[in-house]
């Protein structure tokens, strides 16, 4: 059975830092490309970041860019988001994402093209 489990979320301060962890189990996701999405109330989700199976390429929405990172360790099938300065507005439950190309390809901001997900966890931000 395949399984995206997040952690680290939590509450922190405007300005603080989390990093969340997202472990893969019942596949080798080792080729896969990986994403990061987040959905706030009452608004759909969108894209935060993705990286390809080997991790040389990255690709961040523009208002993370600069504070997040993405990064992966395929020994361990896990993907990671180091996430600094965050604000308010980074308020959602954010969730990962496993989709079968090696390479992010054209619509990596598009929910509808990864193949497996995670239950999400939440990330609360207060100012």
């Known amino acids: 059975q395949v399984q995206l489990v997040e952690s680290g979320g939590g509450l922190v301060q405007a300005g603080g830092s989390l990093r969340l962890s997202c472990a893969a189990s019942?596949?080798?996701?080792?080729?896969?490309?990986r994403g990061w999405f987040r959905q706030a109330p009452g608004k759909e989700r969108e894209f935060v970041a993705a990286?390809?199976?080997?991790?040389?390429?990255?690709y961040y929405t523009d208002s993370v860019k600069g504070r997040f990172t993405i990064s992966r360790d395929n020994a361990k099938n896990t993907v990671y988001l180091q996430m600094n300065l965050l604000k308010p507005e980074d308020t959602a439950v954010y969730y990962c994402?496993?989709?079968?190309?090696?390479?992010?390809?054209?619509?990596?901001?598009?929910?509808?093209?990864?193949?497996?997900w995670g239950q999400g966890t939440q990330v609360t931000v207060s100012s």
């Open positions: 994402a496993a989709r079968s190309t090696r390479y992010a390809g054209t619509y990596y901001t598009d929910p509808s093209v990864y193949d497996y």
């Open positions: 019942g596949r080798a996701f080792s080729s896969y490309s």
């Open positions: 990286i390809n199976w080997s991790g040389s390429s990255t």
